[in-house]
Structures are given as structure tokens and as C-alpha cells.
């Protein structure tokens, strides 16, 4: 299982990536794709939409089961993977690329309530058992 | 409770498995992608280990008897020892207890292959109906056994390269017919839609045959594979499509009840009394999304529930099969129930794809 040292991760299996210009951008982790086995169909917000901390926004269906996915934050959606339309197996093969929207937060100081990689690893290791 | 594993479970590891409980066994789910494994054995040969399916030998004087009151199906059409058949086995009110092919074996002798979650109840019910009745009637369960199913349209070839003294006594195998050489048994059977073979043999051969599969370029596959493709193969999966309470009629086995003449079998009665309370049809999704069991399905005459769903990978869309009332027939449309939204679906007639094609 890859988790990299520079990525934040939720409770619920999404990755967050810092972006320079304040966005964060969001995907699922190794763990999650390899506990779902191959995906199908995703479903993410709409550009434009407001999220939640802790709401869904999106549905990662896989051949065996669909996923809710939850934002990392609240904030604004500026942006989707529309390849992952057309391409998603790239969850599977690239879950690290394979990036399912990017969120403009409204509330930087939830930042610091993501979990880093050491964190999340244990979260993984526990949810495996 | 601890998970009981098939002879197979060490090279299945060695191989990448990821393995799962089912019905109290240890069992590859798949070795990478269940995906890229429905394709090999849509386009090429995959094998799956079946060993958790119990085989039981039913012999003695009576067994031919004894087999045609406890199926719907009439084992009196096997007409000669490597002729098989699919039935249901029935409980008196008509639901399904199992399903099963039965293989006919020299010298008035049968097999039966039942399911894994099935075993324990199937071997008590035959067993006590066994003790009921005065025919000569010995069941011999058969752990001793190993099953490997290897499927696809190459995987005659690929076996017979893997096994070529098989060969010649395999060659001319028809569908459903079944062979012996010394302990291995060989069918021409299967759960994908495609040719191939189901073989068993004793357990302590069982890891030579795998890898010589293997090293004829036969990819393993687990079970999310063999689920994709008996699904679009239109075949039922028990516990999921049919149970004790649904009989044959309501899930899609008709076919398979034999009521030609008086034959007493068992359930017989009740299924002769009582109409049936649906139909089962199968789905294609028209949008985007995946089907999943338990859904509600919405027709004009009224709703229904989907017992098997997922995603067709040769389709490259959503599949299920669903109980629906009893005068719905295929042609129409119905709405599906995902995630709280109504989706469009084409109601057909499985199976969905058979030998690589396409048929809805």
C-alpha cells in the first residue's frame, strides 16, 4: 500500500494535495481502490457547487460496490476530472494522478484537522482486519 | 469459526490472491483485476478453483430411483454413464433447496455437484430422505476432491496442452457430456458462457494441474470474475436469484423442471397447485450508474426487485436480473431505483452474452 508523505488524508479514504494557489485537490487512496477492486463509474461534483466538510459529494461505483465519497473540506468545487469519465480504472492503476475534483476552501483552518500519512496508515492497517 | 481452505489456497497466495470469506471458505476473489479476468476467459482460457463445491457420489441399486423423486429435473434422460444435467433439488413447497448438475456414471452410479453454501443442508436432506425410503441408495460426499474449472474459447486447447494424454478421451466431448480416466473427471460444463471443462480430481493433484494451466498461459481467476460472467450468462447464483421460498417457475428455471408423465418428485405438488407470483426477466441500465441487488424496480405493472446486479464488463454497462410481476415480459422498459434516483433500464430475456457475443 502507497501512502506518500506529502498528501493529507481524511478518515474516509480521500487524499488532499495543497496546491499553490490555495486550492486543495482531492482523490481516494491506494487502500481505498484496492478495498473496492475495479472501478467503473465516478460520479463528482459539479463545478460551482458548494461542499461541506464531511458531506458526500460524490459516488465511486466499482464492479462490486459504490462508495460515497465525502469533501475533505468546505469550500467551493473549481474543478472535476472529467478523464475519469471516459477512464476510471485510472482510480485503480494511478489512484495517486487519478484526481476526482479540486476544492477552493472557505475555511483554511480545516486544514490542520486532516490526518497525515503516518496517521492514515494506521487508519488503513486497522480497516484491513 | 475458521475458514476452510482448498488444496489450491498456497498457490493462490503465491499468486496474488486476494482472498475472501465465502460461505465459510477461504476463496480467491481475484489475482489483480477481476476485470482483465472476465476478459480472459470471454477472449482466451481462465481457470477458477471450485473445490469448495461439494461433489457427492449417490450409487446402489436405487440411486437412479432415488435421484428422480428428490430433483425437478428427470435424471431417466440420461440415457448413457457421461451424460449430465442442471436441476433444482425442491423442498415439498416447491422452493428451491439447491441447484445442481447431476452426472451419470458407469454402472447405474450418479455424482452430483452442489453448491458450498448449500452442502451441509443438501447432505442432511438427501441423507434423511436416504434413511426414509427402501431403495439401495449410498451417498458418498467426496472432500477428497479437488475442482478446477477452466473456461474460455481456448481452454480445451490450453488444457490439452497442459494435460496431453488427456486429450484423445476429451476430444470429443459434447457440451454437457462428461469423461473418466483413472481418478480424473473431466465435463464439458461450466458457469461463464463459455466452452471449457470442469475437472475434478484428487486433491494431491490438484496444484500440478493449476500450474500446468498456468504454464500453458490459462490465467487464474477468482470469484468477482466468475460472478460478472455467470451473470451475463444469464445464470442464476443461489442464495441471490433463488431460495427456499421461490421456486423454479419464479426464477427463471422452468426449463429445468421436468413434469412430463407422474413422477413423484419432490416439490412436484405444490408447484403444480400453486401459480407463479413472478416473473424474472433481466435489466439493461440505459444510463450511467450500476445496478446493485435488492433495488426496486418500477414497471407499469408494478414493482419488482433486482436479485443479481453489476456491471457487465464485456457490455461495458450494468446488468441484473430481477423478480418482477408475473405478467411483465421482456421488450419494455422499467425504472431502477439507484441511490435515489429512478433510472432507465431495458427489461430482456437473459442471458446478456454467451460465447463472447452480445445476444441483448
Same mark, same amino acid.
Given at each position: 500500500?502507497?501512502?506518500?508523505?506529502?498528501?493529507?488524508y481524511t478518515?474516509?479514504h480521500?487524499?488532499?494535495?495543497?496546491?499553490?494557489?490555495?486550492?486543495?485537490?482531492? @482523490?481516494?487512496?491506494?487502500?481505498?481502490?484496492?478495498?473496492?477492486?475495479?472501478?467503473?463509474?465516478?460520479?463528482?461534483?459539479?463545478?460551482?457547487s458548494?461542499?461541506?466538510?464531511?458531506?458526500? =459529494? %460524490? +459516488?465511486?461505483?466499482?464492479?462490486? #460496490?459504490?462508495?460515497?465519497?465525502?469533501?475533505?473540506?468546505?469550500?467551493?468545487?473549481?474543478?472535476a476530472?472529467?478523464?475519469?469519465?471516459?477512464?476510471?480504472?485510472?482510480?485503480?492503476?494511478?489512484?495517486?494522478?487519478?484526481?476526482?475534483?479540486?476544492?477552493?476552501?472557505?475555511?483554511?483552518?480545516?486544514?490542520?484537522?486532516?490526518?497525515?500519512?503516518?496517521?492514515?496508515?494506521?487508519i488503513?492497517?486497522?480497516?484491513?482486519h | 469459526?475458521?475458514?476452510?481452505?482448498?488444496?489450491? &489456497?498456497?498457490? &493462490?497466495?503465491?499468486?496474488? #490472491?486476494?482472498?475472501?470469506?465465502?460461505? @465459510?471458505?477461504?476463496?480467491?476473489? &481475484?489475482?489483480?483485476?477481476?476485470?482483465?479476468?472476465?476478459?480472459?476467459?470471454?477472449?482466451?482460457?481462465?481457470? !477458477?478453483?471450485?473445490?469448495?463445491?461439494?461433489?457427492?457420489?449417490?450409487?446402489?441399486?436405487?440411486?437412479?430411483?432415488?435421484?428422480?423423486?428428490?430433483?425437478?429435473?428427470?435424471?431417466?434422460?440420461?440415457?448413457?454413464p %457421461?451424460?449430465?444435467?442442471?436441476?433444482c433439488?425442491?423442498?415439498?413447497?416447491?422452493?428451491?433447496?439447491?441447484?445442481?448438475?447431476?452426472?451419470a456414471?458407469?454402472?447405474?452410479?450418479?455424482?452430483?455437484?452442489?453448491?458450498?453454501? $448449500?452442502? *451441509? *443442508?443438501d447432505?442432511?436432506?438427501?441423507?434423511?430422505?436416504?434413511?426414509? $425410503?427402501?431403495?439401495?441408495?449410498?451417498?458418498?460426499?467426496?472432500?477428497?476432491?479437488?475442482?478446477?474449472?477452466?473456461?474460455?474459447?481456448?481452454?480445451?486447447?490450453?488444457?490439452?496442452?497442459?494435460?496431453?494424454?488427456?486429450?484423445?478421451?476429451?476430444?470429443?466431448? *459434447?457440451?454437457?457430456?462428461a469423461?473418466?480416466?483413472?481418478?480424473? !473427471?473431466? #465435463?464439458?460444463?461450466?458457469? $461463464?458462457?463459455?466452452?471449457?471443462?470442469?475437472?475434478?480430481?484428487?486433491a494431491?493433484?490438484?496444484? @500440478?494441474?493449476w500450474?500446468?494451466?498456468?504454464?500453458?498461459?490459462?490465467?487464474?481467476?477468482?470469484?468477482?470474475?466468475?460472478?460478472?460472467?455467470?451473470?451475463? #450468462?444469464?445464470?442464476?447464483?443461489? %442464495?441471490?436469484?433463488?431460495?427456499?421460498?421461490?421456486?423454479?417457475?419464479? =426464477?427463471?428455471?422452468?426449463?429445468?423442471?421436468?413434469?412430463? @408423465?407422474?413422477?413423484?418428485?419432490?416439490?412436484?405438488?405444490?408447484?403444480?397447485?400453486?401459480?407463479?407470483?413472478s416473473?424474472?426477466?433481466?435489466?439493461?441500465?440505459?444510463?450511467?450508474?450500476v445496478?446493485?441487488? &435488492?433495488?426496486?424496480?418500477?414497471?407499469?405493472?408494478?414493482?419488482?426487485?433486482?436479485?443479481? %446486479?453489476?456491471f457487465?464488463? $464485456?457490455?461495458?454497462?450494468?446488468?441484473?436480473?430481477?423478480?418482477?410481476?408475473?405478467?411483465?415480459?421482456?421488450?419494455?422498459? /422499467?425504472?431502477?431505483?439507484?441511490?435515489?434516483?429512478?433510472?432507465? /433500464?431495458?427489461? +430482456? *430475456?437473459?442471458?446478456? +452474452?454467451?460465447?463472447?457475443?452480445?445476444?441483448?
Amino acid at each position: 500500500m502507497e501512502t506518500p508523505q506529502n498528501l493529507k488524508y481524511t478518515e474516509s479514504h480521500e487524499w488532499v494535495r495543497q496546491e499553490a494557489d490555495g486550492t486543495v485537490t482531492v @482523490g481516494i487512496t491506494d487502500h481505498a481502490q484496492t478495498q473496492l477492486g475495479d472501478v467503473v463509474f465516478v460520479e463528482s461534483p459539479q463545478p460551482g457547487s458548494a461542499v461541506k466538510k464531511g458531506e458526500e =459529494c %460524490g +459516488v465511486i461505483e466499482s464492479v462490486k #460496490a459504490a462508495a460515497d465519497i465525502y469533501a475533505p473540506l468546505s469550500g467551493e468545487i473549481v474543478a472535476a476530472n472529467d478523464e475519469l469519465t471516459d477512464s476510471p480504472g485510472k482510480i485503480n492503476s494511478q489512484p495517486y494522478d487519478a484526481w476526482m475534483f479540486r476544492i477552493k476552501p472557505s475555511n483554511p483552518g480545516e486544514l490542520s484537522g486532516l490526518l497525515d500519512a503516518a496517521a492514515y496508515e494506521k487508519i488503513a492497517e486497522a480497516d484491513q482486519h | 469459526m475458521s475458514l476452510s481452505a482448498t488444496p489450491l &489456497h498456497d498457490v &493462490h497466495r503465491e499468486m496474488g #490472491a486476494r482472498l475472501v470469506d465465502f460461505a @465459510g471458505w477461504s476463496m480467491p476473489l &481475484h489475482y489483480g483485476s477481476q476485470i482483465e479476468e472476465h476478459h480472459r476467459v470471454r477472449r482466451d482460457a481462465g481457470m !477458477f478453483d471450485v473445490s469448495h463445491m461439494l461433489a457427492i457420489d449417490v450409487e446402489g441399486a436405487g440411486a437412479r430411483e432415488f435421484l428422480r423423486r428428490m430433483l425437478a429435473n428427470d435424471v431417466a434422460r440420461l440415457r448413457e454413464p %457421461g451424460r449430465a444435467l442442471y436441476s433444482c433439488m425442491l423442498a415439498e413447497n416447491g422452493g428451491v433447496l439447491d441447484d445442481l448438475i447431476v452426472y451419470a456414471r458407469p454402472d447405474d452410479a450418479y455424482r452430483i455437484v452442489v453448491n458450498a453454501g $448449500t452442502a *451441509k *443442508k443438501d447432505r442432511e436432506w438427501l441423507e434423511a430422505r436416504a434413511r426414509e $425410503t427402501r431403495l439401495d441408495v449410498t451417498l458418498k460426499p467426496r472432500r477428497d476432491l479437488a475442482m478446477i474449472a477452466v473456461q474460455g474459447p481456448r481452454a480445451r486447447e490450453k488444457f490439452w496442452i497442459a494435460r496431453p494424454s488427456l486429450r484423445t478421451v476429451t476430444e470429443n466431448l *459434447k457440451n454437457f457430456a462428461a469423461t473418466e480416466v483413472d481418478d480424473t !473427471f473431466v #465435463a464439458r460444463t461450466g458457469y $461463464t458462457g463459455e466452452d471449457g471443462f470442469e475437472v475434478m480430481l484428487p486433491a494431491e493433484g490438484a496444484e @500440478g494441474l493449476w500450474r500446468a494451466l498456468a504454464r500453458a498461459d490459462v490465467a487464474p481467476a477468482g470469484l468477482a470474475a466468475r460472478d460478472t460472467l455467470r451473470l451475463e #450468462a444469464g445464470m442464476n447464483l443461489y %442464495g441471490q436469484d433463488m431460495d427456499e421460498n421461490i421456486t423454479p417457475f419464479e =426464477c427463471g428455471l422452468a426449463w429445468t423442471v421436468d413434469l412430463s @408423465g407422474a413422477r413423484d418428485f419432490i416439490g412436484r405438488r405444490a408447484l403444480e397447485q400453486a401459480p407463479p407470483r413472478s416473473a424474472f426477466v433481466g435489466l439493461v441500465l440505459q444510463d450511467r450508474g450500476v445496478m446493485r441487488a &435488492h433495488q426496486s424496480v418500477h414497471t407499469d405493472s408494478g414493482t419488482g426487485e433486482i436479485t443479481s %446486479g453489476g456491471f457487465s464488463p $464485456t457490455m461495458n454497462r450494468s446488468i441484473a436480473l430481477a423478480r418482477v410481476p408475473p405478467d411483465l415480459a421482456p421488450g419494455g422498459r /422499467a425504472q431502477v431505483e439507484i441511490r435515489g434516483s429512478a433510472l432507465e /433500464a431495458a427489461v +430482456v *430475456k437473459p442471458p446478456f +452474452v454467451r460465447q463472447g457475443k452480445v445476444l441483448v
